[in-house]
């Protein structure tokens, strides 16, 4: 049997007491990142080398006498904020992410708990030097517990427990392939003709926003009553990302379950962020949210999900005899060929034209260039002339 690892988040009920737990355990978290960092940077100011592994060697030492609250709260606290110190390390010489910064109070309230200190029973979870706290929901993977992630988010306590299962959800039978245009409007178009409304989450809670964001300014810095009301704008915002995410998770299960092929486009999300009358439109839709649900569920259906290199010109091309106009603004919402004339929906044609890209990878300089897993990338040999007519302009 294949084993994977499967990660479920499930909200806690806490006590006043377990809530301070959790608040001494993300605290000593935080100190145990600062303190290595601190370090770090002083040694090499001074021109001495030291890993990530000696300066854990260095606090182990020094906790007994000088930080002897450590032993409050589970071991993991003080201990894993080396191994992600030393991740954060390594994608910044490898120039992937940016350099390691100080954490914050209620910024980064989080702390790791190893596999060999849970234990879950039902709707409870024993946490070390605690004992059992609430769950809302049982945990929906049986298998072995590699370890959790306690953090919290507007005021609520949240568990991510890891689990190495063999419970797969059902591969996809059906053959079928489909091709799916993201848009604003429309959230999902596809080449069959199904469509998926955009669901909109932060723009119908946006004048609720208005309204919490205007009472915390009229509140005075550093009162209680302008704590309650951050309190209130982070319990909307999480409304809305969860409302955001359940439709994602719907609508990307949905593609998984019915369709064995998925053709998508590589989009450039963070320059289509920077258009000022449609950024936050588009930070709504959450496209990049999108892929990355679509990439991992289809890894565990065996679906194959084909992304479309982004100077194919889906939204340009005719789906009937494949003549690509120069200049289709983005207020001509219906798709009139010059040549044969043919009448359709854009976002259809769109969607029917990236459906069509598996049939001609042989013969339209298409090729599959890069795969990995279940996400195989098509690239386009050689830059449409008209694109590199645009761009220099740009």
Known sequence: MISVARTHK???????KQDLYFRKACGIARFAWNWALKK??????IGTKATVFDLKKEFNALKNKE?????EVTKYACQQPFIHLKRAFQGFFEKRTAYPKPKKKGVHDSFYIGGDQLKIEEKCVKIPNLGWVRLKEPLRFAGKINGATVSRVAGYWFISVNVETTQLPKPCENQACVGVDLGIKTLAQFSDGGSVANNQSLKKHKKKLKRLQRKLSRR???????????????????????????????LT?????RYRHIVIEDLNVSQMLKNRRLSRQIADGAWYEFRRQLSYKAQLRGNKIFVA?????????CSTCGHVKKELPLAE?????DICFSEMDRDLNAAICLKQLINTVSSTGIDACGQDGSVIMLKTLSQPAWQKQELSHV
């Not at 770090?40 to 100011?45: I, L, S």
């Not at 930080?67 to 032993?71: E, T």
């Not at 299960?253 to 379950?257: R, V």
């Not at 290199?309 to 091309?317: C, L």
């Open 309 to 317: 290199d982004k100077w194919f010109a889906s939204s340009k091309r």
């Open 220 to 250: 005075q810095k550093g009162s209680k009553n302008r704590l309650k009301a951050k309190k209130a704008i982070a319990k909307k915002h999480y409304k809305v990302a969860c409302m955001r995410n359940d439709h994602l998770h719907k």
């Open 333 to 337: 919402r219906i798709y009139k060929c």
């Open 253 to 257: 299960t949905l593609l998984t379950e």
């Open 10 to 16: 499930i909200r806690l009920e806490v006590t006043c």
């Open 67 to 71: 930080f002897p609250w450590v032993y």
């Open 40 to 45: 770090y940077e002083e040694k090499r100011a």
